[in-house]
T-cell receptor, first 116, second 112 residues
């Protein structure tokens, strides 16, 4: 399977704990995105990497959130001091660095976070 | 700021009929618009992209139109099947050209 891979698929954590999600994009894709999705809503953009550089961050990405893509391959999204409002599905997506694709992005299956 | 509206949260139709979903946007003139399908508990899957100079695009039983004057896209599924039941998301690239902004989606249910 050469699609976008996310781990873990499900995570239940207590409020105040830290959690980390990992994303492995499609291997030839330079761009990597993180989105968050809650029930009844579309995916909301969090942040975007071009290779290892984090080029854009949404206002949704509070100080408790940090994302990295150290070698321009896999990425991690860490949430510190989790709150119940962080409960959501965290989606990773990747795309090739070619505008002719129209920014079409390829999503992973998501990581579900439940904060209790 | 950019705003995307998908006209209804849910659409129920009978098998064999044509489903029509609407996406409206404001405060922006995108060069292209995309539609994705999302099944429960899964990530969205790309279906179609239509550019501003294309009025209509087809793929098998899917048809998308793009009216830049009305700032609207229509997504049609002809001869609908129960397997078409899913949430359909409309998406536009943001003004920086770096990421997609999604609507809330329309959940389609096709009954046999």
């Amino acid at each position: 399977d050469t699609g976008v891979s996310q781990d873990p698929r499900h995570k239940i954590t207590k409020r105040g704990q830290n959690v980390t999600f990992r994303c492995d994009p499609i291997s030839e894709h330079n761009r990597l995105y993180w989105y968050r999705q809650t029930l009844g809503q579309g995916p909301e953009f969090l942040t975007y990497f071009q290779n290892e550089a984090q080029l854009e961050k949404s206002r949704l990405l509070s100080d408790r959130f940090s994302a990295e893509r150290p070698k321009g391959s896999f990425s991690t999204l860490e949430i510190q001091r989790t709150e119940q409002g962080d409960s959501a599905m965290y989606l990773c997506a990747s795309s090739p660095d070619d505008r002719s694709y129209g920014n079409t992005i390829y999503f992973g299956e998501g990581s579900w976070l439940t904060v209790v | 700021s950019q705003k995307i509206e998908q006209n209804s949260e849910a659409l129920n139709i009978q098998e064999g009929k044509t489903a029509t979903l609407t996406c409206n946007y404001t405060n922006y003139s995108p060069a292209y618009l995309q539609w994705y399908r999302q099944d429960p508990g899964r990530g969205p899957v790309f279906l179609l992209l239509i550019r501003e100079n294309e009025k209509e695009k087809r793929k098998e039983r899917l048809k998308v139109t793009f009216d830049t004057t009305l700032k609207q896209s229509l997504f049609h599924i002809t001869a609908s099947q129960p397997a078409d039941s899913a949430t359909y998301l409309c998406a536009l690239v943001n003004q920086a050209g770096t990421a997609l902004i999604f609507g809330k989606g329309t959940t389609l249910s096709v009954s046999s």
